[in-house]
């Protein structure tokens, strides 16, 4: 039993390496895709047949461009941007794949995501691509890590908050407090920033408690926060 057990863990281990390769490869794709890009890349994100692969690449090219404007011209894709296109679609399949692989045949894939998402750098962006795919309950298993995540500014600040906010609504309301009781405990103006802006996207009521929490902070710019909520 030991024996088989522990082949299943060097299973899930290999595959997941896969999607953090995989995923890297993606990223040095897009990457690239944007930066040497010559023409329209509002173009590229149209060019070809629409597919479900088509439409997730270009959500994801858009979502990085959504500071600049770049591809904002209205030129027509080169030879080299449709080239560079294709790669990213390609990398970008492939970091699926991968992930789908991982989440179907490891039943430890909750909790190896944990791990990787108290990690940084690259594992933790990995994790989070890939526990944007999980299943709501899988999701929910997850609520503490990924509101930790979403609750000071880092590069994954974004989407940790979309993941928790994919949670049914209701279902938060009744989690939501718990959850974010270590993170409060020792909490700066930051943390009751990022989490006062979650709790107006899932209830307001929440929102005015955490709010009147913050008020009452022993913190002059965690008081702040507060009353911003209130004059605003």
Not at 109 to 132: F, K, P, Q, S, W
Not at 146 to 172: F, N
Request: hydrophobic share 35%; with cysteine.
């Amino acid at each position: 039993m030991t024996r088989k057990s522990d082949s299943r863990r060097e299973i899930c281990a290999k595959l997941w390496r896969d999607v953090v390769a995989a995923y890297e490869n993606k990223i040095r794709a897009r990457h690239e895709l944007v930066a040497r890009s010559q023409g329209s890349l509002s173009g590229l994100l149209h060019h070809g047949p629409s597919s479900w692969e088509n439409e997730s690449a270009a959500e994801e090219v858009r979502e990085a461009l959504a500071d600049t404007d770049h591809g904002s011209s209205g030129e027509e894709p080169t030879r080299q941007d449709q080239e560079l296109w294709r790669s990213f679609v390609s990398a970008h399949r492939s970091s699926r794949l991968a992930q789908d692989g991982f989440l179907r045949e490891c039943d430890s894939a909750v909790e190896i995501l944990r791990h990787a998402m108290n990690a940084t750098g690259r594992c933790r962006r990995a994790a989070l691509d890939t526990a944007a795919l999980l299943k709501p309950h899988q999701k929910m298993e997850l609520l503490e890590d990924l509101l930790a995540l979403a609750s000071y500014t880092h590069g994954q600040t974004h989407l940790s908050r979309r993941i928790v906010l994919s949670l049914p609504t209701e279902w938060l309301k009744v989690h939501l407090e718990q959850a974010a009781k270590p993170i409060l405990q020792d909490a700066s103006y930051e943390e009751f920033g990022w989490l006062l802006e979650l709790y107006k996207e899932v209830d307001m009521d929440l929102a005015r408690k955490l709010a009147e929490e913050a008020v009452n902070h022993p913190e002059e710019d965690v008081r702040s926060v507060g009353r911003d909520f209130f004059t605003t």
